[in-house]
Every structure is written in C-alpha cells, then in structure tokens.
C-alpha cells in the first residue's frame, strides 16, 4: 500500500497516483486508488459516473465487509483499476478527527482499508497538500511512500517537515518505509539540471532513494486529466508520459 504525499500542491501527487495506478493495471496488475484528497481530483480524473458513496462516508467504519465496500463505495473505472473515491465532504476529517488530541484518529483510514487489503496487489492513495489529518492517516496505512518532487530552489529543504512527519507516524506504523522520491515537471534547462544533482547528492546523503526515473514537464498530463482518463492511457506512445511505467518497473520491480 503506497501513499503519494507531498506538503505542497501541485507537485503532481494527484497525476502521479492516478498514473502509477493506471501503470500498474496496464502490467496486469489489481489495483485500487483510494482518493483521500476533499479536492477529489484523482476521482474527477478517472470517474465521470455518479458515486453512491465515497471515502467520507466509510471514512474510520471498522466494520465494513470487504464485500460492502466494493459494492456500495469502491467502483470499477474504465481504467482497469478500481476507484475508492473522494469527495468534498472528506474536509470534515481534518476539523472531526484531530491527531494531536488522540493518536487513535491516525488508525481511521488503515481501518477503513483493512477488509479489502487482500483484494488488491496495490493500493495507491493520494492524499492532500497538507500535513494534517487525512495525510497522517494515508501514512498510517501505508507500507511505503512515495514523494514528489519538483525541482525548484529548496526543493529539499522544504521536505523537512514531511520527513519529520514520517517519523512521527512511525509510532503508529513502525514500518512505514520511504520507497523513494521522484523529480516531477522536469524541464530542459541548466537550472533544472543543477537543482536535480543537488538533490540527488544531499537525499543521497541523507539516506533517501532518489529514483532514476524522472517525469518530464508537458502539457499531456493536463490534458489527459482533462478527458478524464490517466495519460499513460490517453497518450500511451509519449515518451515523457511513459516515463510512469520505467517508474512502476523501477519502484515495484513489475
Ligand atoms: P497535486 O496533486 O500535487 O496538487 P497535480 O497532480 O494536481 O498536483 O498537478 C498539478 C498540475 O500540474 C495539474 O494541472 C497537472 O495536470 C499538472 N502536471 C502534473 N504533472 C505534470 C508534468 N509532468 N508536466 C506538466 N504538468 C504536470
Ligand atoms: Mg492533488
């Protein structure tokens, strides 16, 4: 189970789920992308059809059925992946369920997920641009994650407090490993290419697999998301657009 997480937005958490999803279906893989995002943008960028139910409505329910879950909230999509989707009500959790009064609030999601874990080979779950409640519980379920990065000034600096919060969470997922970071929206300057080795020689440094694989910047991403299908679908011979299955293969050996 791998959550996507990043501090900030745009940094192609969302683009990345729902492709490293769609990636891994396209190798034969049964996989469920759980949208834990209010902003519900990975729901709107692989479903169209109208939802019964989505994460808030079984959002910390112990005890759901596997069954129950796949036929009253999880939905099939025309990706070849399975949809536990998001929806604005999911901002409640963050104001309901505050981590810092009781550290059982971190378990809701892990709970949530636990009668389905077995269907799936991966579980992909993207989460928001903050660190708050839903981003602690994506962590909390997880096996790994895996996080963003976009090369900018301080691109590493600013993964300091998501590491910190790595750590804490550690108290309730003792094993959560840091599967690696990957650079995103990559462009062909001599400012990327000096920031990129930067950042691969300090999170080296600190321990921290940088991938080999790079996503590059083009406009393909948004306008996959756009028709409502994951890139590595829409635009399946573009090569900075494939670079998702070189990461699927490089991240889970698939
Ligand atoms: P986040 O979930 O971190 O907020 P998104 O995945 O929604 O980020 O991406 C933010 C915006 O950047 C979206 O419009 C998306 O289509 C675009 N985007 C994502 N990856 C790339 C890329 N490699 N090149 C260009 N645009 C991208
Ligand atoms: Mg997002």
Redesign the pocket.
């Known amino acids: 189970m791998v959550a996507l997480a990043?501090e900030?937005?745009?940094?192609?958490?969302?683009?990345?789920a729902v492709n490293i999803a769609a990636a891994l279906a396209l190798k034969g893989k049964r996989v469920l992308l759980v949208d834990s995002d209010p902003q519900a943008?990975a729901t709107a960028a692989c479903y169209s059809k109208e939802l019964e139910g989505d994460l808030y409505t079984v959002y910390g329910e112990d005890e759901l059925t596997a069954e129950a879950l796949m036929n009253n909230v999880i939905v099939e999509t025309e990706h070849g992946f399975h949809l536990l989707p998001s929806s604005r009500d999911l901002s409640g959790i963050e104001g309901e369920a505050l981590l810092k009064d009781n550290p059982a609030y971190g378990l809701l999601l892990a709970k949530t997920l636990e009668p389905v874990r077995d269907l799936f080979e991966y579980i992909i779950i993207?989460s928001p641009?903050n660190l708050g409640t839903l981003t602690a519980n994506a962590l909390v379920a997880a096996t790994d994650v895996m996080i963003?990065l976009q090369p900018e000034m301080h691109a590493v600096d600013g993964l300091g407090s998501l590491i910190d919060t790595i750590s804490k969470v550690r108290v309730l997922n003792p094993y959560l490993n840091i599967a690696g970071i990957f650079l995103?929206?990559v462009e062909r300057n001599s400012l990327h290419r000096d920031i990129e080795e930067d950042a691969r020689s300090s999170l080296t440094e600190m321990g921290v697999k940088v991938f080999d694989t790079k996503?590059?910047?083009?406009?393909k991403?948004?306008q996959a998301?756009d028709r409502g299908r994951p890139a590595v679908l829409e635009f399946p011979k573009h090569h900075?657009v494939r670079a998702y299955l070189d990461l699927v293969e490089e991240a889970f050996d698939v």
């Open positions: 990043m900030k937005g745009g940094v192609a958490k969302t683009t990345s943008n993207d641009p963003p995103t929206m996503i590059k910047r083009t406009i991403f948004g998301a900075s």
